[in-house]
């Protein structure tokens, strides 16, 4: 299996337990090295919180996460690191969330939400192949993994190659749906999303970022994953859905979908604009020198 196990003692669930379970480690002086729990987005609030608190699907993970953070803090053992083991976006059922462009705005804005509260967060899971989902019937299925049964690298996937992109250090700005970050050398790398639900209807964006202290006359690289980049669950319908796929058609597959070289933007007095349609991200690269 390419799941990560989510059992490796000390561990919790649904953000529940942590208050008694490191009242016993003090009172017992019990040797511990980390907290761990999951949940997901789309977990009831009243499992996580035991309120009937309104809370967006799209917060309720990192809300979860700084409920346990605070806990720890508050704890005999605040230095604590958390791991969080498992979690993803929801999946909005028949919407099939988690195998859409949706995925990229969605875990974009739950890093930016998440950031500072946590030491890891392990997305549930690689692939669509593990033992608790059985045997399945075919790719698409809105299951957890970031590649499809088969080898079909989702458009999560490519989601995630796009933020590995990101810098080491965060840069603060106000907006939600920006994510600003450094890299060692200088050069700035953003995230820029347009969330929209499954279950409610959205418009593309237009976003105009402004610079200041970069190289005007470099280009700005600009990648992308939405409804027209790196989405094979697109390409897979547009084949016909075969529910059994060949290995040529999961290679044409792969192939369509795959990254393509960056576009090549220009600046104008220090600017950049561009258009986001619904759920898509993109990722810009900007040289500092």
């Keep these: 299996s390419s799941d ?15 208050d008694p379970f490191l009242a016993h ?4 002086n019990v040797p511990i090295d980390f907290v761990s729990s999951h949940g997901y987005g789309d977990d009831t609030v009243e499992n996580l919180f035991h309120t009937n608190e309104q809370i967006p699907m799209n917060q309720r993970v990192c809300r979860g ?13 605040p230095q604590l690191p958390l791991f969080w083991t498992e979690w993803s ?28 509260l946590v030491e890891m967060m392990s997305w549930w899971t690689f692939d669509d192949v593990f033992e608790e989902g059985g045997v399945s019937e ?9 590649i499809a049964v088969g080898g079909i690298k989702k458009p999560a996937f490519y989601d995630y190659a796009l933020l590995h992109l990101l810098g080491s250090e965060r840069l603060a700005n106000t907006a939600n749906s920006v994510l600003v970050t450094r ?9 820029v ?3 929209v639900e499954p279950d409610q209807k959205g418009t593309p964006q237009h976003f105009r970022l402004e610079f200041h202290n970069v190289n005007t006359a470099e280009p700005v690289l600009v990648r992308r994953v939405d409804e027209n980049h790196s989405n094979s669950l697109a390409a897979y319908r547009a084949m016909g859905s075969p529910r059994y796929p060949t290995q040529a058609q999961i290679e044409q597959l ?13 600046m104008k007095n220090g600017a950049i604009e561009l258009e986001v349609p619904v759920n898509g991200l993109a990722v810009l690269e900007v040289s500092r020198w």
């Design 193 to 195: 999303w347009n969330e």
């Design 65 to 77: 996460i700084k409920k346990v953070h605070d806990q720890i803090r508050s704890s005999g053992h």
């Design 183 to 191: 890299r060692s050398d200088g050069t700035l790398v953003i995230a």
């Design 138 to 146: 075919g790719p698409f299925h809105n299951t957890f993994g970031l």
């Design 25 to 28: 480690v003090s009172q017992q």
């Design 254 to 266: 792969n192939r369509e979908s795959a990254l393509t070289a960056p576009e090549a933007a220009t």
């Design 4 to 18: 990560v196990c989510s059992s490796d003692l000390p561990s919790t669930a649904a953000a529940d337990w942590i």
């Design 89 to 116: 976006v929801p999946s909005y059922g028949e919407l099939g969330a988690r195998d859409s462009v949706y995925v990229g705005p969605a875990l974009a804005y739950d890093i930016v939400q998440c950031d500072g």
